[in-house]
């Protein structure tokens, strides 16, 4: 996925948004995202860091957007679909070999990851999207560079298909 | 109702994941800009990361074996100003281009993939190797076996050597892709260590550091020291605090001279040894200088800074000489050798400082300004071909100083 031109002419007459108060307004929203997609906790809120990391880098052009956030949330998920998330991500990975394993998160948090997991990616994006970042269709397709027919089709491919795990593990969870 | 489901699901998961982040701060983002900054003088290797992580000790180097004399590769300057295209396309092989590492400017290697390489959670994936050894002008399909699932990344060491990291196995070849044997992630072969090191083998790690996948135990110790993966201990450790975490760095020329920095504080400190670690000698600490960059040959050593006030620092003899300014938004810097400087610029772009002035890249001006939120990460190769990363694409400038071909390859 590539990011396309930025999320806005700069504002006019409009005070530049200060950076600090933009990244705890922000910060949590778009790692939620992040995790949901990648199921790595660690991994989104790095990827995350990193995104507020580049918009800080350029903070005097883009404070002058007219939505900022968008900006970030678009080269985060970028960061999470990129080439350059390889390196990172082995890394991580490795450095992870002889650590010693934290306590995973709860059980109705992996439901729905282990969920979303089983989806293909295209899916699993589009979903994550809309339901967390509640973008539009049009927005999507903007954002990931698709057609907007064609995200349609992954919402209700990956709609049906996660309706259908949420059920079953809820229902497994009854029975247990 | 599966809507509602969902919905309910979501929105439950946005407010108990939401609470479990700990955004790391601003002060924070802030100083990794300090230290990307401080890295970009250097080539990126993957070992670098891999032993250091984000914030720590990294080895990094002119990949591949030392330079071997050649004739310079014999295409003219670009034609009429204009960036020649390589599309790299593989008949009957599945999936797309994910992974693109050239060693030098005739060969290089490429990954095909049928799934997201990115994708710890790929499953099911058709995973294709392939090898160029002229420039990326034709390409050969090399004999890698079934992949496991998981990400998957490419590791080049040279033409002949090359670790696939896919999910918890390395794939390694040691013939050029004729053959290949596998080994686990936490055991890596002799290759795979040597390809995460410099060219000669050296690291910067804790005295127990076992390997690539040893991370943790690479860093727990109170002092580092600098290694070799597949060698006896060195004699001398270079004279400074190498803390793990600490900002420091190693790096080794052409020549095989080893070149170790350490920030503390605002002050960049080098420690350099042309005796491959039996003698070290600490050059005077400049104040300010966020990074190191060593030209192909070893010849020419430069300290950058690139935030303000940005400058740079030649080596000259045994001490740093103020040097030319690069431009305010310049984002990454290579010595190309013979007193030049390749400077790519944060919004796009990219050019030369030369005899003191910034000379820009017409023809590159548009290609590295095509998507806004990419930066182009500059590098120079063993054999003094530079290299361009630009989100999927890859750029070559092959040539001498300023003369350049260029080659987008995609």
Redesign the interface.
């Known amino acids: 996925m590539?990011?396309?031109?930025?999320t806005g002419p700069p504002r006019s007459g409009t005070a530049p948004v200060d950076?600090?108060e933009f990244?705890?307004a922000h910060?949590?929203?778009i790692?939620?995202q992040l995790?949901?997609y990648?199921?790595?906790?660690a991994e989104?809120?790095?990827l995350?860091?990193?995104a507020?990391?580049?918009a800080?880098?350029?903070w005097s052009r883009i404070s002058g957007y007219d939505d900022p956030s968008a900006?970030v949330r678009?080269?985060a998920w970028?960061l999470?679909?990129?080439?350059l998330?390889?390196?990172?991500?082995?890394?991580?990975?490795?450095?992870?070999?002889?650590?010693e394993h934290v306590p995973g998160?709860?059980p109705?948090?992996v439901?729905?990851i282990r969920?979303l997991?089983v989806l293909p990616?295209t899916q699993r994006r589009a979903i994550v999207l809309h339901?967390?970042a509640h973008l539009s269709v049009g927005e999507i397709a903007e954002q990931v560079g698709a057609a907007e027919g064609t995200v349609r089709s992954w919402l209700s491919r990956g709609?049906?298909a996660?309706?259908?795990q949420?059920?079953e593990t809820?229902s497994e969870a009854h029975r247990a | 109702m599966p809507d509602t489901v969902i919905e309910k699901s979501f929105a439950e998961f946005e407010v108990a994941a939401g609470a479990t982040f700990r955004p790391p701060g601003v002060a924070e983002a802030q100083r990794r800009i300090r230290v990307r900054r401080r890295r970009r003088g250097l080539l990126a290797g993957l070992l670098a990361l891999l032993l250091a992580g984000p914030a720590g000790t990294y080895a990094a180097a002119h990949r591949g074996d030392p330079p071997v004399p050649r004739p310079i590769p014999t295409v003219s300057p670009t034609p009429g100003g204009k960036v020649i295209e390589r599309k790299i396309a593989l008949p009957g092989v599945p999936g797309g281009l994910t992974g693109l590492q050239f060693v030098d400017s005739r060969t290089g290697w490429a990954l095909f993939d049928t799934c997201d390489s990115n994708d710890p959670m790929a499953r099911g994936c058709r995973r294709t190797v392939a090898r160029t050894t002229d420039g990326g002008t034709t390409w050969t399909v090399v004999a890698l076996p079934e992949a496991p699932d998981g990400a998957a990344y490419l590791l080049p060491r040279d033409g002949r050597t090359l670790t696939v990291v896919a999910g918890r196995r390395y794939l390694v070849t040691v013939d050029g892709g004729a053959t290949f044997s596998s080994s686990p992630l936490d055991s890596p072969s002799a290759a795979t260590r040597r390809a995460m090191a410099t060219p000669n083998g050296f690291v910067v790690a804790c005295p127990s550091f076992l390997g690539p996948g040893d991370g943790a135990r690479g860093k727990s110790c109170d002092r580092q020291q600098v290694l070799r993966v597949d060698d006896d201990p060195l004699p001398q450790q270079p004279p400074v605090t190498l803390r793990p975490g600490g900002e420091h760095a190693l790096m080794e020329g052409g020549d095989g001279r080893l070149w170790l920095t350490v920030t503390e504080g605002d002050r960049l400190t080098v420690v350099t040894s042309d005796d491959r670690g039996a003698t070290w000698r600490k050059l005077p600490a400049v104040v300010g200088a966020r990074s190191l960059t060593v030209s192909p040959d070893g010849m020419d050593a430069w300290l950058v800074r690139t935030d303000a006030p940005n400058g740079t620092w030649r080596l000259a003899g045994d001490r740093w000489q103020p040097g030319p300014g690069v431009p305010d938004e310049t984002y990454e810097v290579a010595a190309a050798g013979d007193g030049i400087l390749v400077v790519s610029s944060r919004y796009g772009g990219l050019g030369f400082v030369a005899d003191g002035r910034y000379v820009d890249v017409p023809e590159l001006r548009d290609a590295l300004r095509s998507n806004p939120d990419d930066q182009p990460a500059v590098a120079m190769l063993p054999d003094g071909t530079v290299q361009i990363r630009y989100g999927g694409t890859q750029f070559l400038g092959i040539g001498r100083g300023v003369e350049r071909t260029w080659i987008r390859l995609s």
Do not use: I, K, W
């Open positions: 590539t990011v396309r031109q930025q950076f600090t990244y705890r910060f949590h929203r790692a939620v995790y949901a990648l199921g790595d906790h989104a809120q790095d995350t860091q990193e507020f990391c580049r800080l880098e350029r900006f678009r080269v970028n999470a679909t990129s080439r998330r390889r390196m990172r991500t082995a890394v991580r990975h490795l450095a992870r070999q002889r650590e998160p709860e109705d948090r439901a729905l969920a997991a990616a339901h967390l709609r049906a996660l309706a259908g949420l059920t809820g």
